[in-house]
């Protein structure tokens, strides 16, 4: 007796519905953070920015005319901003992907295809050879170095939580974690 193991083999399929929110991209965006080389300079610009804002601090403290009020203000501003970045791209995400209703991933051996009322999209393995898990979201991260595009997978969408060992499994088996 002669087998065909791929039509015989079983397809680990994991399917996913879901509104994206807020929290599901700001989550994804901070965990490209992690991951992209501009990530770098996210995680580094609060200090630099700091060290400034404590050089004018001490010129105004010993009275230096070399303190600048508009110095200080920009710095406080500029690290406020790149704190605050993650949270309002996400916003704009989700304003994006909210005119697009319920999202419906479906994950299998050969990539990801996603499904809303207006629009589908498969995304293969190779397109997105990398990924990362977070309390929120599973997120897949293009192999260029500011992980350019991604794909989000909220751990809410799953239809039981076992899921997510079955997902995860199989990100394991095609991806490589980050």
């Not at 994804?28 to 004018?56: D, H, K, N, T």
């Not at 295809?113 to 897949?140: C, I, K, M, N």
Request: with cysteine; hydrophobic share 45%.
């Amino acid at each position: 007796m002669v087998m065909d193991m791929g039509r015989d083999a079983v397809q680990d399929v994991v399917e996913l519905r879901y509104r994206p929110e807020v929290a599901d991209f700001t989550s994804a965006l901070r965990a490209r953070l992690r991951v992209s080389r501009q990530g770098w300079i996210y995680r580094w610009m609060p200090f630099v920015m700091g060290c400034g804002a404590l050089v004018e601090i001490v010129s105004l403290v010993r009275g230096d005319k070399h303190f600048s009020p508009g110095m200080l203000a920009s710095m406080v501003v500029a690290t406020t901003a790149l704190a605050l970045s993650p949270w309002l791209q996400a916003r704009a995400f989700q304003r994006l992907a909210e005119q697009r209703g319920v999202f419906r991933a479906m994950v299998t051996e050969s990539g990801v295809s996603v499904a809303t009322d207006h629009t589908t999209g498969s995304v293969a393995w190779a397109a997105q050879p990398r990924y990362r898990e977070t309390a929120r979201v599973f997120v897949l991260f293009s192999a260029d170095k500011n992980a350019t595009t991604f794909t989000t997978l909220p751990k809410r969408g799953l239809a039981d939580p076992a899921d997510a060992d079955r997902l995860r499994a199989i990100l394991d088996r095609h991806l490589s974690r980050v």
